[in-house]
């Protein structure tokens, strides 16, 4: 028997696969000769079911037009969310929130799509007009889609890489509450998900099946009917153990997918996608592309010599103007590059910076930097700390000038850049190197990703737990996306989301907190008090907490967010995000919670030992400069 897989008894079985046949028989799809066919066929019954909604028909027969309509575009979420991610998240099936977007028309989405109409049928408050205007935008935006699709080439060699994505998609989106927020259904829906996703695998099995690609398609095959009955069987939001769930189904389907890709010699994509599909190891550091997240994404020349170059700098003092602090003073490598303080000190050591040091612990994978959002590339977040008063009060022609004073200088740059305008030291080449730095702070060695990667003993059972009521009961999973765990969205990671959390003012929970956040950048009402949310990878380094740096310990953030944010502790937030009712999570909860937020921890790169900095020929009083800045 191998370790790790689940088997169960042949009799409990049975019904299960009675009842999987019996689902199957009730949703079955004719078989079309081509996916464009079938992708038409769920569309059309998609709008079908939605135009039986109606507000003069009875609860009962809304609510079951509503779950088919649920199950026909299900059925297609993996080529919807690959074709047309902004139609599907801002018009299909996006949150419950009004969002900002530099991706639509207007900046500002109010929430449309599936979840608007879950909301009205099945919570206390509901507006009959609203419903129907509701329900008939949805049809207009499916009926749109659908004659767009009609008139574009589908290519084969792709639709298994959409399904890839989608397994991607379910364990760090639908597994974790980022949809169904009222009813809950996500693990029955994701069950519609998968039927889709066999419909797919046996049309290549009808149409490209051959002699060497025969067991792959077994494999595939029985995984997914493995997954669906696995989640017929634990279809409970709150308690479905996502971590066996993705480890034992998720990841091997990856796995026969890939195989199976290579085995027909698809070509695949040619997109710029965050993800190496290639890569049968989901959710491990070499699935991802950092290119993906770059400012210069195809300049990929040097860019080694260019992150070693970047380091020398991080920890140099000469960037600063007084050449006492470096980028290291605030981000410390053993605090997972924090500081360890409410806030940080000015440059001129007489005060105290408006908010906390965030981690730059996989802020490669933004896409939106500082609290408030600022900064769309992390060059012009490293230029803004450079220039700033408060923070390094220099600016980059000083120190391109400064550099150019030392020979050792130039022949890193010589060395690191091969154009000659970046060989003689310039802002681009400065900027960049400093970027190529923060880039490899990429932290996948926790035991969380050891577990993940087939290591059963790396966790124990409060840390399982702990993911679970993460990502299920507590919610904490549908704004730290798994598996970077901030708040950037899977899969294609176009934006980064900010949450207005009630955050008090200091630790008696009293008063809110002045900073108005993201709104300094915006001047939008929902963005009042809004902040971008942060990676929990690396938190048990990174304390105090929160973006004023209130909290001095992980308890304290738990309890907070147990009492629903700052307008369960009646600070009068009017536009919270984060739900203001309890969590109704126990005590041992908690602790599980937080025991599985250690589990990140990742000391792997943090121990960084001083090294000789360059000396500067024409200024020799620079030359006793200290590694990593005084403070």
């Given at each position: 028997?191998?370790p790790?897989?689940?088997?169960?008894?042949?009799?409990?079985?049975?019904?299960?696969?009675?009842?999987?046949?019996?689902n199957?028989?009730?949703g079955?799809?004719?078989?079309?000769?081509?996916?464009?066919?079938?992708?038409?066929?769920?569309?059309?019954?998609?709008?079908?079911?939605?135009?039986?909604?109606?507000?003069?028909?009875a609860?009962?027969k809304?609510?079951?037009s509503?779950?088919?309509?649920?199950?026909?575009?299900?059925?297609?979420?993996?080529?919807?969310?690959?074709?047309?991610?902004?139609?599907?998240?801002?018009?299909?099936?996006?949150?419950l929130?009004?969002?900002?977007?530099?991706y639509?028309?207007?900046?500002?989405?109010?929430?449309?799509?599936?979840?608007?109409?879950?909301?009205?049928?099945?919570?206390d408050?509901s507006?009959?007009?609203?419903?129907?205007?509701?329900?008939?935008?949805?049809?207009?935006?499916?009926?749109?889609?659908?004659?767009?699709?009609s008139?574009?080439?589908?290519?084969?060699?792709?639709?298994?890489?959409?399904?890839?994505?989608?397994?991607?998609?379910?364990?760090?989106?639908?597994?974790?509450?980022y949809?169904?927020?009222?009813?809950?259904?996500?693990?029955?829906?994701?069950?519609?998900?998968?039927?889709?996703?066999e419909?797919?695998?046996?049309y290549?099995?009808?149409?490209?099946?051959?002699?060497?690609?025969?067991?792959s398609?077994?494999?595939?095959?029985?995984?997914?009917?493995?997954?669906?009955?696995?989640?017929?069987?634990?279809?409970?939001?709150?308690?479905?153990?996502?971590?066996?769930?993705i480890?034992?189904?998720?990841?091997?389907?990856?796995?026969?997918?890939?195989?199976?890709?290579?085995?027909?010699?698809?070509?695949?994509?040619s997109?710029?996608?965050p993800?190496?599909?290639?890569n049968?190891?989901?959710?491990s550091?070499?699935?991802?592309?950092?290119?993906?997240?770059?400012?210069?994404?195809?300049?990929?020349?040097?860019?080694?010599?260019?992150?070693?170059?970047?380091?020398?700098l991080?920890?140099?003092?000469?960037?600063?103007?007084n050449?006492?602090?470096a980028?290291s003073?605030?981000h410390?490598?053993?605090?997972?590059?924090?500081?360890?303080?409410?806030?940080?000190?000015?440059?001129?050591?007489?005060?105290?910076?408006?908010?906390n040091?965030?981690?730059?612990?996989d802020?490669?994978?933004?896409?939106?930097?500082?609290?408030d959002?600022?900064a769309?590339?992390?060059?012009q977040?490293a230029?803004?700390v450079?220039?700033?008063?408060?923070e390094?009060?220099?600016?980059?022609?000083?120190?391109?000038?400064?550099?150019?004073?030392?020979?050792?200088?130039k022949?890193?740059?010589?060395r690191?850049?091969?154009r000659?305008?970046?060989?003689?030291i310039?802002?681009?080449?400065?900027?960049?190197?400093?970027?190529?730095?923060?880039k490899?702070?990429?932290s996948?060695?926790?035991r969380?990703?050891?577990?993940?990667?087939?290591?059963?003993?790396?966790?124990?059972k409060?840390?399982?737990?702990?993911?679970?009521?993460?990502?299920?009961?507590?919610?904490?999973?549908?704004?730290?996306?798994?598996?970077v765990?901030?708040?950037?969205v899977?899969p294609?990671?176009?934006?980064?989301?900010?949450e207005?959390?009630?955050?008090?003012?200091?630790?008696?929970?009293?008063?809110?907190?002045?900073?108005?956040?993201?709104?300094?950048?915006?001047?939008?009402p929902?963005?009042?008090?809004?902040?971008?949310?942060?990676?929990?990878?690396?938190?048990e380094?990174?304390?105090?907490y929160?973006?004023?740096?209130i909290?001095?310990?992980?308890?304290?953030?738990?309890?907070?967010?147990?009492?629903?944010?700052g307008?369960?502790l009646?600070?009068g937030?009017?536009?919270?995000?984060?739900?203001?009712?309890?969590l109704?999570?126990?005590?041992?909860?908690?602790?599980?919670?937080?025991?599985?937020?250690?589990?990140?921890?990742?000391t792997?790169?943090?121990?960084?030992?001083?090294?000789p900095?360059?000396?500067?020929d024409?200024?020799?009083?620079?030359?006793?400069?200290?590694?990593?800045?005084?403070?």
């Amino acid at each position: 028997m191998t370790p790790g897989r689940i088997y169960w008894p042949l009799f409990l079985l049975i019904p299960l696969f009675l009842l999987s046949w019996k689902n199957e028989q009730e949703g079955r799809i004719a078989d079309y000769d081509n996916l464009s066919d079938y992708i038409e066929s769920e569309l059309d019954s998609t709008i079908m079911h939605l135009k039986d909604l109606s507000e003069k028909s009875a609860m009962d027969k809304n609510s079951d037009s509503y779950h088919k309509a649920r199950r026909n575009y299900k059925h297609i979420e993996w080529f919807v969310e690959s074709v047309s991610p902004k139609d599907a998240k801002y018009f299909i099936n996006g949150p419950l929130i009004t969002k900002y977007s530099e991706y639509a028309q207007g900046f500002m989405v109010e929430p449309h799509g599936f979840q608007v109409l879950e909301e009205q049928l099945f919570s206390d408050s509901s507006d009959v007009d609203y419903f129907i205007q509701e329900r008939d935008l949805l049809i207009t935006k499916l009926e749109h889609l659908k004659n767009t699709y009609s008139q574009i080439t589908l290519d084969d060699n792709l639709f298994l890489e959409m399904c890839q994505l989608e397994l991607f998609r379910i364990s760090a989106l639908n597994l974790n509450g980022y949809d169904a927020t009222i009813e809950k259904t996500n693990i029955s829906e994701t069950v519609w998900c998968f039927e889709g996703l066999e419909y797919v695998l046996n049309y290549y099995f009808r149409t490209r099946s051959s002699a060497s690609s025969l067991e792959s398609y077994r494999s595939s095959q029985l995984c997914i009917r493995k997954s669906k009955l696995y989640l017929q069987a634990h279809p409970d939001y709150d308690s479905f153990d996502r971590l066996t769930f993705i480890t034992e189904f998720i990841q091997p389907l990856n796995k026969d997918l890939h195989e199976l890709h290579q085995e027909l010699h698809l070509t695949g994509t040619s997109a710029k996608i965050p993800f190496d599909l290639n890569n049968p190891k989901m959710f491990s550091e070499g699935s991802y592309d950092p290119q993906y997240f770059s400012m210069y994404y195809s300049d990929t020349s040097g860019i080694a010599l260019q992150a070693e170059l970047g380091k020398i700098l991080f920890y140099d003092p000469i960037l600063s103007e007084n050449n006492r602090r470096a980028c290291s003073s605030c981000h410390k490598p053993d605090r997972a590059f924090t500081d360890g303080l409410k806030r940080a000190i000015t440059f001129d050591e007489a005060g105290i910076t408006d908010r906390n040091t965030p981690s730059l612990i996989d802020v490669v994978f933004s896409k939106a930097f500082f609290h408030d959002g600022r900064a769309f590339q992390l060059e012009q977040q490293a230029s803004e700390v450079l220039r700033n008063h408060l923070e390094m009060n220099s600016s980059l022609e000083d120190i391109v000038n400064k550099l150019r004073a030392s020979e050792e200088y130039k022949a890193l740059f010589r060395r690191s850049f091969k154009r000659e305008r970046d060989a003689m030291i310039s802002s681009y080449a400065v900027l960049k190197a400093i970027v190529e730095y923060e880039k490899t702070l990429i932290s996948f060695q926790s035991r969380f990703d050891a577990y993940l990667g087939g290591n059963k003993k790396a966790l124990n059972k409060d840390e399982i737990s702990g993911y679970n009521l993460f990502a299920g009961k507590a919610l904490c999973g549908s704004c730290h996306f798994f598996p970077v765990f901030n708040g950037t969205v899977p899969p294609f990671y176009f934006e980064s989301e900010f949450e207005v959390l009630g955050t008090p003012l200091n630790d008696k929970n009293t008063s809110p907190d002045t900073d108005r956040g993201r709104w300094d950048v915006t001047h939008l009402p929902i963005h009042d008090r809004s902040f971008k949310t942060p990676t929990v990878r690396n938190i048990e380094l990174t304390a105090p907490y929160m973006h004023n740096g209130i909290y001095k310990n992980l308890e304290d953030v738990m309890n907070f967010y147990q009492k629903g944010g700052g307008a369960g502790l009646g600070l009068g937030i009017e536009n919270q995000t984060l739900p203001f009712d309890s969590l109704q999570i126990s005590k041992k909860e908690e602790r599980q919670i937080i025991s599985f937020l250690k589990s990140l921890t990742d000391t792997s790169g943090l121990q960084v030992q001083p090294f000789p900095l360059p000396n500067v020929d024409t200024h020799p009083e620079w030359n006793n400069r200290i590694w990593g800045g005084e403070y």
